[in-house]
């Protein structure tokens, strides 16, 4: 069973709409989560990080997490078609500083 | 902060030679840094995790005698390809982490990445 889980997607929003992300994990125990960016040919981003149960907002970016359900979750306010790009969710993993990252899901904003 | 940086961004090489990618941290000291390969329209697949001084631990089904990885100084680690075959083009991205980095633990900061063709 994979560690966290992601849709793949595609998910389709236009432009300055809400994009809502979901991933799910299974190790009860996991206390961080973060959320990368990943545009096509490019290596990924970080662009949250998350603790704490409840919601943390960066800019247009807000990350909620909800342990006793075990997903995590990465809203886009006011989406615009640079922030089409594959979204990957991750947790520790075991091992020193290893996380897992989720298979990602693409998201497309649509002018 | 937290930048990462890879050389080559792009490589092509005939089957049969080897290949160096060099990892550097540019602002701080990375104890652990990681190796990914990545498939076209795949997810990132951990090859190793390298430690500063000691041997790296390779992933479940990565060839450590093919894919060498040394990490000689808390700045730079190495992942040089061995006798590569056009079946190991793929995009190789690094990554760097340092416990506490933003006060946080477990971020992994990556490359640029370097797409390695062989022909």
């Known amino acids: 069973q994979k560690e966290v889980e992601q849709n793949s997607g595609p998910l389709s929003v236009p432009e300055g709409a809400i994009a809502s992300l979901n991933c799910t994990y299974s190790?009860?125990?996991?206390?961080?989560f973060f959320w990368y960016r990943q545009y096509s040919g490019k290596s990924p981003e970080l662009i949250m990080s998350?603790?704490?149960?409840g919601d943390k907002e960066d800019g247009r970016f807000t990350a909620q997490l909800n342990k006793a359900s075990q997903y995590v979750s990465l809203l886009i306010r006011d989406s615009q078609p640079s922030d089409s790009a594959t979204y990957l969710c991750a947790s520790p993993s075991g091992g020193y500083q290893k996380v897992t990252f989720g298979t990602g899901t693409k998201l497309q904003v649509i002018p | 902060g937290a930048v990462v940086s890879q050389h080559p961004s792009r490589v092509i090489c005939k089957s049969g030679t080897s290949v160096k990618i060099e990892c550097r941290s540019l602002?701080?000291?990375?104890?652990?840094m990681f190796w990914y390969r990545q498939f076209p329209k795949q997810s990132l697949m951990l090859m190793a995790t390298s430690n500063e001084g000691s041997k790296a631990t390779y992933e479940q089904g990565v060839e450590k005698d093919k894919f060498l990885i040394n990490h000689a100084s808390l700045t730079l680690s190495t992942l040089t390809v061995t006798s590569a075959h056009p079946e190991d083009s793929s995009f190789y991205i690094c990554?760097?982490?340092?416990?506490?980095?933003?006060?946080?633990?477990?971020?992994?900061?990556f490359g640029p990445g370097t797409r390695l063709t062989v022909l």
């Open positions: 990554s760097a982490s340092f416990p506490g980095l933003g006060g946080l633990n477990n971020e992994q900061f």
């Open positions: 602002d701080f000291q990375a104890t652990t």
């Open positions: 998350i603790y704490s149960n």
């Open positions: 190790d009860r125990g996991s206390q961080s």
